[in-house]
């Protein structure tokens, strides 16, 4: 695996979510910061992108944002990034963002959020992104999601090797320790040309 330098963190934008969700979202931008890795997000001034972002850059870590120019009045485009790059589309923001991140940290998040999970999680299950993906489960907010994914194993829509596609953990202090691990290999869907599931 190649060396951690740039971290990615899809989250949601709304602004009225709960506390708890903000102060998840400030101690991951602060631990990234600290660990020196550099923040790549969806551009946002507002949610906890704007979250995730304020607290980066006030522990002095480098901030790239990345925003569709339709979601830039909405999503108010940060103003003190180190990098705000306005793209045409959500299609050109998602390849911008796989392109310049070596790690993918989901926190919780609306629809965008899931729509962002399942691109990187699909991308690397076809041995096209072999970068870390981790899930940070706050109060159980995704284990929803996650029995649906046991579930789509269990009907065979998915193999038993597509848990290792990402890590799952509950709290901000786990997510070094999660970054510096090796990855495990995960079986190309090619890999067993004689079986249904792919």
Known sequence: MSIIRSVCVFCGASGTVAAGYHDLAADIGTRIAEAGLQLVYGGGNV?????????????KGSVIGIIPEHLQALEVGHPDL????????????KKQMLE???????????????????????????????????????????????????????QHFARPSHRALFDVITSAEDLVAV????????????????????
């Open 179 to 198: 970054l510096e691990r090796p990855q495990g290999e995960i079986e190309h869907p090619r890999a067993k040309m004689n079986s249904a599931t792919v």
């Open 47 to 59: 949610g906890l992108m704007g979250t995730v972002a304020n607290a980066a850059l006030r522990a």
């Open 100 to 154: 310049r991140s070596d790690a993918f940290i989901i926190l919780p998040g609306g629809f965008g959020t899931m729509d962002e999970l399942f691109e990187v999680l699909t991308w690397k299950q076809l041995g096209q992104l072999p970068k870390p993906v981790i899930i940070v489960d706050l109060d159980g907010f995704f284990q929803p999601l996650l029995t649906m994914i046991d579930h789509t194993i269990e």
């Open 82 to 93: 180190e990098e705000l790059v306005i793209v045409p589309d959500l299609m050109v923001r």
